[in-house]
């Protein structure tokens, strides 16, 4: 399929996807101008303020923008008995790009004003100006085409960032880049990137023409003013009804997932389940990055998702890996009940442990059959990891010692990105994970892991306990489905939605029918 129809069979979505990406970027541009402006104009009033305010802000500009998501969601502040910040969606989105559009509007603000004529400011308080006039009437006028400039770039910065924020189920354009990522499908990166990048160039567009033809008439001075305060008006309306209508609870169930394949297709396969049993309406909050979804959870944005339990054991826990399936899945139930009012329900049957993937020609050359196998090659080699298997207790420092490997050169990606480098021939060994559909669709070999070194990743639904007393039926839901998926079943359904280009939700549907869950 060609980008056009792609566009053309989903012009829907898209319309849809690019409304929130442009909600996004307008709302949180609008905000950091009504906090920007006003900054920078006291900056110019105490210049020592100068330092730590743009230092503070020089700093948000370095944080990575999925830190700073998980920083914000367990941040619950309310106003009102509304909560302003915290949580998932659109609402921790606009908070986090504020922050990023900050810096330049400040320091723009703080920079046009300052560098006004020193003798214009003295002709003003000649005629008698107070500050206040001098402000509104001579500086502001003045420093306008400077502030627009930040604004310009304030806005590029927002359209940028918003497709991440697709990772906190905020909507935007981001949702197709990251589809296309986990499912290796240009396309869908395309049907993301290339609007975003249209609405930046249109954006700068407009606010460059509005820099350009700005002249500093008597007509501009005299309704300078009144332009600042009717536009923040509006934009503080605009903003407050959107704080409003995100914090306002639904009292529906909220089904939640991480951003890959495999938790999509199972965040809609509890997400239909629990709706044909219960008949209690099921909001759908998928493609959380990281642990967002855990953050989420303890924050009361979502209900229920499927965790691993050596991804809760290593990277939530924090404790040291161990062997044994039963014993790690009592501990992470007992830990989860104690330290976060979590729950967790039946296994959902499979185990999705990392799976150390070769090209099947090159097994089938070299005759390998092992881990230990690939690592007496391993020299004349390139690997693949993920950013998630360099960095976790369980992933490529152990992983390299037990088996002895001393890899040529190792490339760190996106995981979605290490089965094309691998197709592709750009790297010999990488670790996937065991039930990716990927792995099917390019005919990879896995590698048996000889050593038993990763610990057991069995697929569980957490659920957080008050949901469950709340809404005693989920739990009988949730125990229906439990042992109904098995490895090979599993791979099937990613490759059904990675290798086939078949929705998630469909895919699931069929399954569930299939299992008798759905009639």
């Known amino acids: 399929m060609t980008l056009i129809e792609f566009f053309s069979r989903n012009s829907g979505e898209l319309t849809t996807l690019t409304l929130e990406h442009l909600f996004l970027v ?34 948000m500009q370095t944080v990575p923008s999925l830190a700073l998501f998980g920083f914000l969601i367990p941040l619950n502040v309310y106003l009102f008995h509304v909560k302003i910040v915290g949580g998932i969606g659109a609402r921790t989105a606009i908070v986090a790009l ?25 002709a003003g308080r000649g005629m008698g100006m107070t500050d206040r006039q001098l402000l509104l ?60 990048a249209l609405i930046a160039v249109a954006a700068d567009l407009l606010l ?38 995100a914090g306002k609870s639904t009292g ?42 855990h953050d989420a959870m303890i924050a009361g944005e979502i209900d229920v998702y499927v965790e691993y339990t050596g ?45 150390i993937l070769v090209r099947a020609e090159d097994a089938k050359k070299l005759g390998l059959k092992t881990v230990s196998d690939a690592s007496k090659v391993s020299r004349q080699w390139r690997a693949g990891f993920g950013q998630d298997f360099m960095s976790r207790s369980d992933g490529y420092p152990g992983f390299a010692q037990t088996y002895g490997f001393h890899f040529q050169e190792i490339r760190e990606m996106d995981l979605s990105l290490t089965y094309r480098a691998l197709a ?13 559909g990927l792995i099917s669709r390019y005919g990879f070999f896995q590698l048996e892991d000889d050593r038993h070194y990763f610990p057991p ?12 007393q709340k809404h005693p039926e989920v739990r009988s839901v949730l125990k229906q489905l439990g042992g109904i998926l098995t490895v090979d079943e599993m791979r099937k359904l990613n490759y059904a939605v990675d290798g086939e280009k078949r929705q998630p939700g469909d895919v699931a549907r069929e399954f569930l029918r299939r299992k008798g869950i759905l009639s």
């Not at 460059?208 to 007509?219: A, C, K, L, P």
């Not at 219960?278 to 967002?292: A, P, S």
């Not at 592709?424 to 990716?436: H, M, P, R």
């Open 424 to 436: 592709e021939k750009q790297v010999d060994l990488i670790a996937g994970n065991s039930t990716d």
């Open 208 to 245: 460059g023409y509005v820099e350009r033809t700005i002249q500093f008439t008597s007509m501009v001075r005299a309704k300078s003013r009144k332009l600042l305060w009717s536009s923040g008006i509006v934009i503080l309306a605009f903003a407050g009804l959107v704080y409003f209508i």
């Open 252 to 293: 529906r169930i909220a089904v939640g997932s991480k951003d890959f394949t495999e938790q999509v297709i199972l965040g809609e396969i509890l997400a239909q389940a629990i709706e044909a049993k219960t008949g209690t309406e099921v909001v759908r909050r998928f493609d959380l990055g990281g642990n967002l979804a």
């Open 457 to 468: 990743y069995d697929a569980v639904p957490v659920a957080r306990q008050a949901t469950l």
């Open 311 to 355: 991804t809760a054991l290593l990277a939530i826990l924090k404790e040291k890996p161990m062997a044994d399936p039963q014993e790690v899945l009592r501990r992470v139930k007992t830990e989860y009940a104690s330290r976060f009012k979590l729950e967790w329900t039946e296994p959902l049957g499979f185990n999705n442990t990392f799976a």
């Open 26 to 59: 307008v709302v949180s541009t609008g905000i950091a101008i009504l906090i920007g402006v006003p900054l920078g104009i006291l900056l110019t009033r105490r210049p020592a303020l100068s330092k730590p305010v743009l230092g503070f802000a020089n700093i």
């Open 137 to 196: 009437r001579v500086e502001l006028p003045l420093a306008l085409g400077v502030i627009i400039a930040g604004v310009r770039v304030a806005t590029v910065i927002c359209v940028g960032t918003a497709t991440i924020a697709a990772a906190i189920d905020a909507g935007g354009l981001g949702r197709y880049i990251f589809r296309g990522l986990r499912a290796n499908d240009n396309v869908l990166i395309l049907a993301g990137a290339v609007p975003a």
């Open 98 to 122: 504020v922050l990023y559009a900050l810096l330049p509007i400040i320091r723009n603000t703080f920079t046009g004003i300052s560098n006004v004529d020193p003798a214009i400011r003295d």
